[in-house]
């Protein structure tokens, strides 16, 4: 079975189940105040499973591309990636655990014809906040498993989320898959690496609020969250992702242009490989290498890549590893359509880096000669100067067995005013979209601010590029090609607070895509699936499509201020603002 016909087997099957298609929505998350990539299927999900109506209904299935840099230091084995596909279903408050394990395994054993005996599972043992989950067990048992295979683990390894501080979470039940040549033993054990995770049905009953509370959720979901790579080698009969449809093709041209064998370099292959995929989709995304957030997160990539390719004396351009990317995954439109820029984006960035690495090697080699650590000094040197990421400094030390002082180093940055650059690689680990009252205002302010833009500009083609929200403050990114003057940036104050002040309801109305478009609202119009989408008007000022949530009044948002109007990248602006 190859990529595509496993895509569709996957949907099709939980249509056949009422599921209804939903977008495969970008890597960088809209209004999530958060984190920096979408992580998994559910991220876009967040407010429905809080409890917002999702125009789909309650049923929804799709791929999603992810972006995990988490796991960036795994990459180099059989199945860890920093870009990955997951399949992912959900109910939002409709069927529970029993009809959820029953599809997964449906759709493994019945649509895929995997064996059963190949399979086994884990269940949560229970805490003082959360019982043990008998229902799942029971359900395992009556679809076949034997007991020893079902294993009762605890909140280290049966419990998913939230994804970062705060968010949905709850209790789940894993799926593995025996993928050895060896016979299956009879007992379950989650430890032998050949017992592979295929996916978790996470039961997501529980939101973590930023005290650390779990509170029961209105309403019970369940979250679904599969491996599509690896699901893809099991069928395709590989014990190794990156040699399913997924990868192959970026392998092949790795050989082809180092002239040495995959056999012999897996390791560099792999990282090379999925580096350069991951910051082909991320730039595909609108995002371009830089020095802050998703931007810096590329360069790391990018830089980490370019790393490993020379250990392996490749002379051409990372550009030419990124070519068969854009064959694999043809059926991403946005990245055909990209494939020029992104491919600019890939060369210059490596041409940016050459320039200096060589020299930076060179430094690296005297400052480590006869050295136990790396002084803070010299990271923030061959940071500054040369261009290394401290990742990258770290894992050269590391290679030699030398220390860098990472402590050092941030006070470094810090006190270069540098701190954002190295911070943003902390943010994956910090909350989501938190629902709470703040963000919800500040989120109808974005709706406003984006009105104001066009009346005050005069310029009925601004629109948003991108927006982030947190309880603080909102951000927003819009098309526009100079820097405001204070005159404008008053006035466009002045007409929102005009606005809060006029006490406006906001409305939402449920209504298909083309009539949305047809009725002037502001959204992304090119997604096929919407066959119902939520439109959110204040009075006879805003209409936008948007999956909320927003404040109910305009009179909550008090008073609105700008604090920063700047740059964000060629042809587009970004403001911040808060609300009093
Ligand atoms: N959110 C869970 C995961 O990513 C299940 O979808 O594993």
């Not at 309650?58 to 990459?75: A, F, M, P, S, Y």
């Not at 990742?391 to 030398?402: G, H, R, S, V, Y």
């Not at 009179?555 to 609300?579: D, H, N, P, Y």
Request: with cysteine.
């Amino acid at each position: 079975m190859n990529r595509k016909q496993l895509i569709k087997k996957y949907i099709e099957f939980f249509k056949s189940k009422d599921h209804k298609e939903i977008q495969n929505a970008s890597l960088i998350p809209e209004n999530d105040p958060t984190v920096l990539f979408t992580t998994a299927g559910m991220h876009p999900l967040v407010p429905f499973l809080l409890g917002e109506k999702h125009p789909q209904g309650k049923r929804l299935v799709n791929i999603q591309r992810c972006i995990r840099t988490v796991d960036i230091g795994e990459v180099g084995d059989i199945k860890h990636h920093t870009f990955f596909e997951q399949m992912g279903n959900w109910s939002i408050g409709d069927y529970g655990k029993t009809d959820a394990i029953k599809y997964t395994f449906e759709f493994l054993t019945a649509s895929l014809k995997i064996p059963l005996n190949k399979l086994a599972a884990s269940i949560f043992e229970g805490n003082s906040t959360s019982p043990k989950d008998k229902e799942s067990y029971s359900i395992l048992l009556e679809l076949g498993l034997p007991e020893e295979r079902i294993a009762i683990l605890d909140k280290n390894e049966n419990w998913w989320g939230p994804a970062g501080k705060t968010g949905p979470c709850g209790p789940d039940s894993e799926i593995f898959y025996w993928i050895s040549e060896k016979p299956v033993p009879k007992t379950f054990d989650y430890k032998n690496e050949n017992w592979m995770e295929l996916g978790n049905n996470v039961f997501m009953e529980y939101n973590k609020d930023s005290k650390g509370n779990l509170l029961p959720l209105k309403q019970k979901n369940v979250d679904y969250g599969g491996g599509f790579e690896r699901m893809l080698a099991i069928l395709e009969g590989h014990n190794d992702n990156y040699m399913t449809e997924a990868f192959k093709q970026i392998i092949q041209k790795i050989e082809q242009l180092s002239n040495k064998k995959y056999e012999d370099y897996k390791k560099e292959m792999r990282i090379i490989a999925d580096h350069i995929k991951a910051a082909t989709f991320i730039i595909a995304d609108g995002i371009i290498p830089g020095n802050s957030e998703q931007g810096y997160v590329v360069r790391r990539l990018i830089r980490r890549a370019i790393k490993f390719k020379k250990e392996l004396e490749i002379k051409e351009s990372i550009s030419k590893i990124a070519k068969p990317i854009f064959k694999i995954y043809n059926d991403y439109k946005h990245l055909e359509k990209n494939k020029k820029q992104i491919l600019k984006e890939l060369k210059q960035e490596e041409d940016k880096f050459e320039k200096t690495l060589e020299k930076g090697l060179k430094i690296f080699e005297k400052i480590t000669k006869n050295k136990k650590e790396i002084s803070c000094k010299d990271a923030f040197l061959l940071y500054q100067s040369y261009g290394f990421p401290i990742e990258m400094t770290i894992e050269l030390a590391k290679e030699q067995k030398i220390k860098v002082d990472e402590t050092g180093f941030k006070k470094e940055c810090k006190s270069h005013e540098e701190l954002s650059r190295t911070a943003s690689a902390g943010k994956f680990k910090s909350g989501l979209a938190d629902n709470s009252e703040q963000t919800k205002k500040l989120h109808t302010a974005c709706h406003m601010l984006n009105e104001a833009l066009r009346v005050i500009l005069k310029n009925p083609d601004i629109h948003q590029k991108g927006s982030n929200i947190t309880p603080e403050r909102l951000r927003f990114d819009f098309n526009f090609d100079r820097k405001l003057t204070d005159e404008e940036k008053q006035k466009i104050e002045d007409l929102v607070n005009k606005k809060i002040q006029e006490k406006i309801p906001i409305e939402m109305e449920e209504m298909p895509l083309d009539k949305a478009q047809k009725s002037g609202a502001q959204g992304i119009f090119d997604d096929k699936y919407k066959e119902k989408v939520k439109v959110y008007s204040i009075g006879n000022f805003s209409k936008e499509i948007c999956a909320g949530p927003h404040a109910k009044n305009t009179s909550e948002l008090e008073t609105f201020k700008i604090k920063k109007e700047e740059s964000s990248s060629a042809g587009v602006r970004r403001i911040k603002a808060i609300l009093k």
